[in-house]
């Protein structure tokens, strides 16, 4: 035997011959404002997660998520080397999480032309680097054949170190490193361009073989800027982090150099301290959005409850008890929710979708790291949106069902 509320809720709310006039907009109204409170809750949770997750991959992707480096380069900003042989290299590797370890070696210099200079960091990096983010942010040419062993002179810049020098893919350009006791003078031929729209990178870094900048520090073999660590799981990245600090802080190489570590959140704290302020705006939204939804379902419940009076009298005559009552509306209230949270669905997800695919809505990229709004659908946090919107909005309205506790059925049946 069905039960008797359901069967009630289901014959007001599918009982098109019953509805009244009075109970339509009502119902409309309560019906829009769940489901754009849903939609503008599933848009504003997909920006926040794409926004941070694009950002944090663009940080990594030249930053790592573990960095191993000689702690004298933490106190100055001239690059200073530390041995990282291939036993230690080994050690990391088998640390759980870890899925790739690279040395990498870094050095000051100048780029000129005939017409204007600037100062770049120039990154060398070995065949063994994993070069994936910098095949996604590839905008001309192509990636060279970077080495560890010899020094081809072929150079990636970014796209803005090419639009101030006028440089294109194939060009020559002469760097000069400057050291205590001389200039040295290399020709570089760009190779590639890249561009991530992340000034901290764009406006400095520039890559070639591994050797070269050990060679222009006059460095021993054996020695390199540091190394870099990815991750397999980004959210046990402390986990990792501790593991590493017990095999490589307050070690030192057989130079006399100390080893430290730091994690990409250390390394760049000023931005992910920036992105952490963005949770902040994500709640604010879902409570503004969770109220909206609220009260337009308590204003069309209680509509509803008014306008069945007669049918709470007849109900109460019959013997129904306020509890019975109290649940008939609550499930139609169900059924009013469901319909707003499928539409709620249909749009939300629908404008993630379409800003997905065509990138509609554009950002100034000098101001947010991005030149179009990154969205991610997280199904997880979709499902658990609904689920939320759903139990709040019956939470709220149980005060208001109470009403029909008040409603006399000798009254009632006599209400017009």
């Not at 190394?227 to 057989?254: G, P, Q």
């Not at 019959?318 to 008939?328: F, K």
Request: hydrophobic fraction near 45%; charged fraction near 15%.
């Amino acid at each position: 035997m069905m039960h008797l509320p359901l069967f009630l809720a289901r014959h007001f709310h599918y009982g098109g011959e019953n509805r009244q006039e009075v109970s339509r907009p009502a119902i409309r109204i309560a019906t829009i404002g769940v489901a754009v409170g849903l939609a503008v809750m599933i848009v504003t949770v997909s920006v926040i997660f794409g926004f941070k997750h694009t950002i944090r991959d663009k940080v990594v992707g030249f930053g790592s998520h573990i960095q191993i480096l000689n702690f004298a380069t933490q106190q100055t900003a001239i690059p200073m080397p530390v041995c990282i042989n291939d036993s230690l290299l080994q050690v990391l590797r088998r640390v759980p999480n870890i899925r790739h370890v690279e040395r990498y070696a870094m050095t000051q210099g100048i780029l000129k032309t005939d017409s204007d200079f600037l100062g770049v960091m120039f990154k060398g990096i070995g065949e063994d680097y994993d070069l994936t983010f910098i095949r996604e942010n590839l905008r001309k040419g192509e990636i060279p054949a970077f080495s560890s062993t010899k020094s081809s002179y072929q150079l990636l810049i970014s796209q803005k170190m090419a639009d101030k020098l006028h440089l294109q893919v194939g060009s020559k350009v002469y760097a000069y490193f400057i050291s205590a006791d001389d200039v040295r003078a290399r020709k570089f031929t760009v190779c590639g361009i890249y561009e991530t729209n992340m000034k901290q990178f764009d406006d400095v870094l520039c890559l070639t073989d591994y050797c070269t900048p050990i060679r222009l520090n006059q460095w021993e073999n054996d020695q390199c800027s540091g190394a870099e660590i990815l991750v397999s799981d980004f959210d046990r990245i402390d986990e990792t982090a501790t593991h590493v600090v017990d095999i490589v802080n307050r070690t030192t190489d057989h130079y006399g150099q100390s080893l430290t570590s730091q994690t990409v959140y250390e390394a760049y704290p000023q931005i992910f301290s920036w992105l952490s302020l963005l949770d902040i705006n994500v709640w604010i939204i879902l409570a503004l959005m969770t109220c909206v939804a609220g009260i337009t379902m308590i204003s069309g419940l209680l509509i509803i409850i008014l306008e069945r009076t007669q049918t709470i009298g007849i109900l109460k005559a019959l013997g129904a008890r306020n509890g019975t009552i109290r649940h008939t509306f609550l499930w139609f209230a169900v059924f009013i929710i469901g319909r707003g949270l499928i539409w709620g669905n249909l749009i939300g997800i629908g404008l993630v979708v379409v800003q997905q695919q065509t990138s509609l809505i554009t950002l100034d990229p000098t101001s947010y790291y991005v030149s179009t709004v990154p969205v991610e659908l997280n199904i997880p946090i979709i499902v658990a949106l609904n689920v939320a919107t759903l139990l709040i909005s019956l939470f709220v309205l149980i005060a208001p069902s109470y009403l029909v506790s008040h409603i006399r059925p000798v009254k009632a049946i006599r209400f017009e």
